[in-house]
């Protein structure tokens, strides 16, 4: 079985690294995979990509640019990302596609496959898998919705746009995504039922077969190490109760939530019982000081971490991972602190309750509640059986995200839809 996956980089943002992560699943458990991406900025033999020679470098990058920078002219000065999809790359005429028993699809955007080009696919004749990393594919240009349901019916009046009316930007967007995915015959992947629900409530994408498989992560990799020896190499002493979370560049960034991280660490800082000389918050992750939030409990700023050993044994190191996101699919952070061991705390959002199991590997607080937030914190602060659930976190990934029985699941997929293929 060829199985060929394509996303626009290599190991960049969240699809990224859930894409390569399959790739090294499905490879480890007999199937001939392979990636291709639309923008590779380093060699590597891990991937290969469309765009070789300098003129077709030049033509991606011009195409990722114009993605990125054209959208300022039509978008409020938000932090949610929105994608125009005007510039896009045929690419059907690859061999990698031609030979190719299965083409799954992953994160397509910044002018890679357009709506256009994106239908064009289906002239090959082959099983298409999509996988949802956001919300992208069934909105009229937002990556995340937050509580506008404009994609059940007609995207327009969006909240994003400077110029916001019926026939608006969204609503074009949402008009071309129809017309090409009348011409596409594919089959969804979600990696949680959160994305799972939300495309059946779409307008684009309602009707179509909705499989829930999650992302795998390296098991072996992102793994415990003793919490002590992992604290040492912080320089933070044995005894100190550890905070840990990602770094959001900016207070005002709304869909990581910062605002209610920098709440709940506020409130936990003044209730009874907690010893702030006791706690240190360590972040990890790109920062920029001039939006430098004012933490309430001494700070370590590890700043971007790339080598997932080195992070694993930091994620080993905390005593708890907070996440304040608002809406997240199935949050690779989170994964890879279930996996070394460490409990995650963060909203009931998203996918994130599906790997976060309440009072039993983590704490689900009630949704941009920080109050909340800051229970969940106090509570691993002050609980005795944190051994046992440190456990539990590991367990839990073994068992429902580890690579073998992700790769199974994709690999029972791809031969259901490969055996309604006409013979």
């Known amino acids: 079985m060829k199985v060929v996956h394509l996303n626009t980089y290599e190991g960049n943002g969240g699809a990224g690294r859930a894409c390569l992560r399959l790739n090294k699943a499905l490879l480890e458990n007999g199937a001939d995979s392979k990636v291709m991406v639309f923008m590779k900025f380093k060699d590597s033999t891990e991937t290969g990509t469309f765009n070789k020679n300098f003129l077709q470098k030049a033509r991606a990058i011009f195409n990722i640019l114009a993605e990125r920078y054209l959208v300022k002219l039509f978008v409020k000065a938000l932090k949610t990302p929105f994608s125009l999809q005007w510039f896009g790359s045929s690419i059907i005429k690859h061999p990698a596609l031609r030979e190719a028993d299965i083409i799954h699809l992953h994160w397509i955007n910044h002018g890679f496959l357009s709506p256009k080009f994106l239908a064009q696919l289906d002239e090959l004749e082959k099983p298409i898998v999509w996988t949802f990393h956001d919300s992208n594919a069934f909105t009229g240009g937002c990556h995340v919705r937050y509580a506008c349901e404009h994609f059940h019916k007609e995207c327009g009046f969006c909240p994003l746009l400077k110029k916001s009316h019926k026939n608006d930007l969204s609503h074009k967007t949402w008009i071309r995504k129809k017309n090409a995915y009348s011409e596409l015959n594919c089959h969804i992947i979600a990696p949680s039922r959160w994305m799972a629900q939300s495309v059946k409530f779409s307008s684009l994408m309602g009707f179509?077969?909705?499989?829930?498989?999650?992302?795998?992560?390296?098991?072996?990799?992102?793994?415990?190490?003793?919490?002590?020896?992992?604290?040492?190499?912080?320089?933070?002493?044995?005894?100190k109760f550890v905070m840990m979370s990602g770094f959001m560049p900016s207070k005002n960034d709304k869909h990581k939530g910062t605002s209610f991280l920098i709440e709940a660490l506020n409130d936990l800082s003044t209730r009874p019982g907690v010893i702030k000389e006791d706690m240190e918050l360590?972040?990890?992750?790109?920062?920029?000081?001039?939006d430098m939030p004012d933490f309430p409990f001494k700070t370590t700023f590890l700043g971007t971490i790339s080598n997932d050993e080195h992070l694993a044994k930091c994620y080993s190191a905390a005593d708890v991972f907070i996440t304040a996101s608002l809406e997240d699919n199935l949050p690779n952070t989170v994964m890879e602190a279930l996996s070394c061991a460490t409990p995650v705390v963060a909203f009931n959002t998203g996918g994130i309750p599906d790997m976060v199991k309440h009072l039993e590997n983590g704490y689900i607080a009630e949704y941009e509640n920080s109050e909340d937030l800051a229970t969940g914190i106090e509570w691993l602060y002050q609980d005795e059986n944190a051994p046992e659930i440190q456990k539990e976190a590991r367990r839990s990934i073994l068992m429902h995200f580890s690579e073998a029985v992700i790769a199974e699941q994709h690999l029972q997929l791809y031969q259901s839809l490969l055996n309604l293929q006409p013979r």
């Open 208 to 239: 179509r077969e909705v499989t829930v498989i999650p992302n795998t992560i390296e098991t072996k990799v992102f793994k415990p190490y003793k919490k002590a020896e992992a604290k040492t190499m912080l320089k933070i002493p044995s005894h």
């Open 282 to 290: 360590v972040i990890f992750g790109n920062k920029e000081n001039a």
